[in-house]
């Protein structure tokens, strides 16, 4: 008689455990799947005292919501959570084999990369100590808490009008352009209409008693008096799992992010991805959505190879 291969103990390993992996946990969890969650405890709004524009949860500080997310999902008797940090993925016969940092190595059928991007702001002296507080990469994040005044929007790339035009919303903007940006007559007069000052002399510092902000100084010592500043930050994978992988990746306003299809399926069989590495527009909300999807989306592949 041929010898039963043991499954393996994982229908679905999950790298990331924050507001895309807890929320594809839970799915998982509730349709009685063995699923794993691996994660390091460095949520990308880290930096940020609290979480706003999450239905039920407007200002809560953002760990208070994936604390009970986790013991939520720790109530399911399929359901695992492991504090470590992913090293390695490698595919194997049935499945993936993922290397952690502690030496252990864990397998399941599925991979679900949820492990977010990393910030990478411009260096301009003053704006990492502000990150998350006066320093401000998303407007409908923190907007509304400046409760208006002076605030300013750092140049970067190609929407940089756009995001000017935006913040006029939330206080009185003035716009710091790279000298060598050259607006069209078009932006220039619907940057007039919004009320947004247009300053080209390079920001040499942030100052004030960080993480306030007092406000920007000119590379020509001038200063500007700020009560915040958006920087529309550029992102970069922290982890190389999806490259090795082989999944494809697509160029993005905001940096290269892996490329998924609408069930968050990457090009690689039984590689998901979903959240911030996957979304060029995100949020708390996208995250977790995604990470549904995701976890229906690999729910069907499951069923799929046990079917044939
Ligand atoms: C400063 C700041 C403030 C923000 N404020 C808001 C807000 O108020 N409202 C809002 O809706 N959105 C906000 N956002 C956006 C929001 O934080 C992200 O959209 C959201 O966190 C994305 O969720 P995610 O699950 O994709 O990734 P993340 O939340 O970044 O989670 C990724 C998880 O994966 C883990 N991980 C990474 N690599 C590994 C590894 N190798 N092994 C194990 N674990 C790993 C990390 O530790 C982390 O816990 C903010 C963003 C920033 C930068």
């Given at each position: 008689m041929p010898m039963q291969e043991s499954p393996l103990p994982h229908d679905a390993v999950i790298i990331g455990g924050s507001y895309a992996g807890l929320s594809a946990g839970l799915q998982l969890a509730r349709a009685r799947r063995r699923v794993l969650v691996i994660d390091?405890?460095?949520?990308?709004?880290?930096?940020?005292?609290h979480a706003h524009g999450v239905l039920a949860n407007d200002g809560r500080p953002g760990r208070d919501i994936t604390d009970d997310a986790r013991r939520q999902i720790m109530a399911y008797p399929t359901a695992v959570i492991r504090q470590g940090e992913a090293v390695s993925v490698e595919r194997s016969g049935r499945g993936f084999s993922i290397a952690m940092a502690d030496g252990a190595t864990v397998e399941g059928r599925r991979v679900l990369l949820a492990h977010g991007v990393e910030d990478a702001p411009p260096a301009i002296p003053g704006v990492k100590e502000r990150?998350?507080?006066?320093?401000?990469?998303?407007p409908w994040c923190h907007g509304y808490e400046i409760d208006r005044g002076p605030i300013g929007v750092l140049s970067q790339g190609e929407h940089t009008t756009h995001y000017a035009l935006m913040v006029a919303e939330w206080g009185e903007p003035t716009l710091f352009l790279d000298p060598a940006v050259q607006l069209s007559a078009e932006e220039t007069r619907m940057l007039g209409l919004r009320g947004v000052a247009i300053e080209r002399t390079p920001i040499a510092a942030l100052e004030g008693a960080a993480p306030l902000l007092d406000g920007a100084r000119l590379a020509d010592g001038r200063f500007i008096p700020l009560k915040a500043i958006f920087v529309g930050s550029h992102v970069r994978l922290g982890n190389s799992f999806a490259e090795h992988l082989g999944c494809e990746m697509t160029d993005t306003p905001v940096g290269r992010l892996v490329k998924v299809d609408p069930m968050q399926q990457t090009s690689q069989p039984g590689v998901f991805a979903a959240g911030d590495l996957a979304r060029a527009a995100s949020n708390i909300t996208y995250a977790a959505s995604d990470g549904m999807t995701a976890a229906h989306g690999l729910f069907r592949s499951l069923l799929e190879e046990e079917l044939a």
């Open positions: 390091d405890g460095r949520p990308r709004n880290r930096f940020a005292s990150w998350g507080q006066t320093a401000i990469h998303c």
